[in-house]
């Protein structure tokens, strides 16, 4: 299979740099990360990238039972290492691939070797001891939700995912791309994210990690930011002066800096 087709991965920026791998979230695709990665760009080498089911990636090679896990993603981004021979990676995930680079990172330290958390969170279900931000009925009535009315439910939810009431711009972009992604393969992707539990992974992560949060976020409250920083040994929390849930979108200027001081502390 044609790995790079598969998954259009583009590759831009400073062909001696350190390499990024830009991991975009659940709706989305690599074109969210077009306003942080002109400033990355100009040190680093950029690799972007579409899972199979979002943004401009080959929709043949959807596989239901692959991308009903966390597993299966993570297996495509090592499928992109190894297809470009990738090795010393900073892999930036946003959202749940904040997770999937985590098990990548665990299943190929030598080629995934400090992870950037745009936003990110372990379990979004509430727990003993443990705050996600969800209930587990507010979970299966946002599931019942979307599949029931994919394209209603991303009106009204990508604007309260965005935040940012003042900038009515950036909820309709995340609406646009909510509903450019097939319907059958969002719920499969939704499911996997909004179920998943990934604590215990967390407790495994040797790489080098910095965790980004914003101050306001209804999908990973600032608990959630803490939680992770205070799982992975060593790993630095960093919060933005930013709202809602995509800061590479509503504040890229402030999440490209804080990439960027990373990589130079690294």
Not at 160 to 180: H, K, Q, W, Y
Not at 229 to 235: A, F, M, N, W
Request: charged residues 25%; contains cysteine.
């Amino acid at each position: 299979m044609d790995i790079r087709r598969r998954n259009n991965v583009t590759v831009t920026g400073r062909a001696d740099g350190p390499v990024l791998l830009l991991a975009h979230g659940f709706g989305c695709d690599q074109n969210m990360w077009r306003l942080v990665a002109p400033t990355l760009a100009e040190n680093c080498r950029l690799v972007l990238f579409d899972y199979v089911g979002s943004g401009r990636a080959d929709p043949s090679a959807w596989d239901e039972q692959r991308y009903s896990s966390l597993d299966g993603y993570a297996q495509d981004v090592l499928e992109i290492c190894e297809e470009l021979d990738l090795r010393e990676v900073t892999f930036v995930g946003h959202s749940v691939s904040a997770m999937v680079g985590v098990l990548a990172a665990a299943k190929a330290p030598e080629r995934i070797s400090r992870l950037v958390m745009v936003a990110p969170s372990p379990r979004y279900i509430d727990d003993d001891g443990y705050r996600g931000g969800f209930s587990a009925e507010d979970i299966e009535e946002l599931l019942e939700s979307l599949e029931s009315n994919y394209l209603g439910w991303s009106a009204a939810m990508a604007p309260v995912i965005m935040g940012n009431a003042d900038r009515p711009e950036l909820g309709e972009e995340l609406t646009a791309s909510f509903c450019a992604t097939d319907p059958d393969m969002a719920r499969v992707f939704a499911r996997t994210t909004f179920l998943s539990d990934s604590r215990a992974d967390l407790k495994t992560v040797t790489a080098a990690t910095l965790v980004l949060e914003c101050q306001q976020d209804v999908i990973a409250p600032r608990e959630v930011g803490a939680y992770v920083r205070d799982t992975i040994p060593g790993s630095r929390l960093v919060t933005l002066e930013a709202i809602g849930h995509c800061p590479q979108l509503s504040a890229p200027q402030a999440t490209a800096e804080a990439i960027t001081d990373f990589l130079r502390a690294a």
